[in-house]
């Protein structure tokens, strides 16, 4: 890596942390968590993009909410400089790995995938099932019927499954056609 590359990625982590920084609270103060800030460069202009979520999910209401709050805290500021940029405030899509207790909370009711380690020297074991319930020390995971707990430190970054489910031929039925 040149010189002149590794400046421009230390710059980037410096304006990244700061972002963070002046982010989190305006974020917080509308009830959602601050997931991440990435910042890209779009041809002249930057792409800042502000991941958001909150328990229940984040609407689009929220959205334009803390899309506003946001956008007035860059405003005043000068984290990113005087070039222009363009913000996008979206929601974590499916694939984000969980990795904090909120997000295996958040995730109760979902299929997962994720590797279990007992210790540092042991294999990992992978485990699929359906979260139960998280807190700040375990994850509850039905898995093959039983419900097993798996302490935080032991779990690697989690990985929602897609499911699609089968449309039973009983809601077809049930359905009128006006006949």
Same mark, same amino acid.
């Given at each position: 890596m040149s010189a002149g590359a590794r400046d421009g990625r230390v710059r980037g982590d410096r304006q990244k942390a700061a972002l963070v920084e002046l982010l989190e609270p305006v974020v917080g103060e509308s009830g959602h968590d601050l997931e991440d800030v990435a910042i890209s460069q779009a041809g002249r202009r930057r792409v800042v993009r502000v991941i958001v979520d909150a328990d229940g999910g984040v609407s689009l209401d929220d959205i334009a909410v803390v899309s506003r709050a946001v956008s007035k805290a860059l405003d005043e500021t000068d984290v990113l400089g005087g070039s222009p940029y363009v913000l996008e405030v979206t929601s974590p899509g499916v694939d984000r790995p969980l990795t904090e207790p909120r997000h295996w909370r958040r995730a109760a009711g979902r299929l997962v995938k994720v590797a279990f380690t007992q210790?540092?020297?042991?294999?990992?074991?992978? !485990?699929?099932?359906? !979260? !139960?319930? +998280?807190?700040? +020390?375990? !994850?509850?995971?039905?898995?093959a019927g039983s419900e097993r707990a798996f302490p935080l430190s032991g779990l690697g970054p989690g990985r929602v499954q897609v499911e699609f489910r089968r449309i039973e031929a009983d809601d077809e039925e049930g359905e009128t056609h006006g006949h």
């Open positions: 210790d540092e020297q042991g294999p990992a074991e992978t !485990v699929e099932g359906r !979260v !139960v319930a +998280a807190d700040e +020390a375990e !994850v509850r995971i039905e898995v």
